[in-house]
Structures are given as C-alpha cells and as structure tokens.
T-cell receptor
C-alpha cells in the first residue's frame, strides 16, 4: 500500500525565519512529487512540483527531493503570517490509473 | 482562464437519498480526478478519467459510488443511498495530461448527510 507520511504538527515558526516541512513516501517507483497548500475551508493549491533529485527553487520556496532516501522537503524562506496553512505532500507513481497519494498534511503556524 | 468548477458548493441531504456532484474541468485538460477529504483526514483518491474512460474504479469506497464523464469534459459523481459516513468534502481536479502532471483542484462540494 502506498503511503505518504508527514508530521502533523503544528509547526510553529517565527515570522521571517525558515520553515522546513518534511515528507517520506513508501513507493520506491514514485516519479512525481508535489507540495500543496490548503487554507482552512479551502481546496488545495499547488506550491511546487519536483520530478528530479536535488533542489528546485521558486521565489521563497525550495523543494528538495532525494529518491534514494524516499524523502521530499519544502523550505519556506522569510516566512510570513500568510504562509500559515496546512501543507500537503503528494506523490504519484506514474504510468498507471492512480491519482495522487497525499500525506495528511503539516499544520504550519507563522508567529508574527 | 477559468479554473476547475464544482457544483453544488454545499449539499445537505438525508440518509438514504441519492446525490449527484458535478465537476467542470479546466478547458483542454484531458485528465480528471475525484478525491474525498473527510474531517481531519487526508485526501483520498476515488477515481481518475482519461478522456471519457476510467481505467480503474477500485478507489471508489463502495458500489453506491459511481462516476461518469461525457464529451471529455464534465464529470458527475453519484452517491446512491447516502450514509452519514459519506459526509465529506468532495474535490475534483484536472490535469493537462497523465497523472504525473500537475493537478489543479476545484473549490469542492461539502456534503453533509443527516
């Protein structure tokens, strides 16, 4: 059974600091990795996608992928109160009829 | 351009009634997905359409759930004889191509079964 694990938190980070969110996955053949942000009562919105080992940067966000360790992370630099949300890690194995397998999310709180 | 739209946004029904949820994907997106998010739970994958066909329906929770997609566009998720445990937010997503591509989510339908 495919599993995606995240620390549920809450993870509390001071404004302006770096928030580090982590995710591990069980399916070794997973090929596509996504970070979504979900505000309370809203639907998930895409933050980052990553497909290859290494780092991918987009503005204040950096996604890191290590397929050997089956580990994905998201770094948020210069954290803002508006970054307070639940961050969902999602994984797809590719090539089949499956959708994304989601973790249960990490609740991030940015303290002003 | 327009995103994924879903209707209704909220639905309250009585146990045992049938409900139909609708999803209109982003124009040009060939793949469409249904997920369910129960209170305090993660997103649960239900079914995926490539065009009008669903290669695998095993993610549907029970035989009371069915889904179809016509014209490669709009999809409906039907729940027959609703139960209280069906209460959840039902989310639809679409992507330009196969499942490995980025999925964009609609606002969801909040279903409450009394």
């Amino acid at each position: 059974q495919k599993e995606v694990e995240q620390n549920s938190g809450p993870l509390s980070v001071p404004e302006g600091a770096i928030a580090s969110l982590n995710c591990t996955y069980s399916d070794r053949v997973s090929q596509s990795f996504f970070w979504y942000r979900q505000y309370s009562g809203k639907s998930p919105e895409l933050i980052m996608s990553i497909y290859s080992n290494g780092d991918k940067e987009d503005g204040r966000f950096t996604a890191q992928l290590n397929k050997a360790s089956q580990y994905v992370s998201l770094l948020i630099r210069d954290s803002q109160p508006s970054d307070s949300a639940t961050y969902l890690c999602a994984v797809n194995s590719g090539g089949g009829a499956d959708g994304l397998t989601f973790g249960k999310g990490t609740h991030l709180i940015i303290q002003p | 351009g327009a995103g994924v739209s879903q209707s209704p946004s909220n639905k309250v029904t009585e146990k045992g009634k049938d409900v139909e949820l609708r999803c209109d994907p982003i124009s040009g997106h060939t793949a469409l997905y249904w997920y369910r998010q129960s209170l305090g739970q993660g997103l649960e994958f239900l079914i995926y359409f490539q065009g009008n066909s669903a290669p695998d329906k095993s993610g549907l929770p029970s035989d009371r759930f069915s889904a179809e997609r016509t014209g490669g566009s709009v999809s409906t998720l039907t729940i027959q004889r609703t139960q209280q445990e069906d209460s959840a937010v039902y989310l639809c997503a679409s992507s330009l191509g196969p499942p490995g591509e980025t999925q964009y989510f609609g606002p969801g339908t909040r279903l409450l079964v009394l």
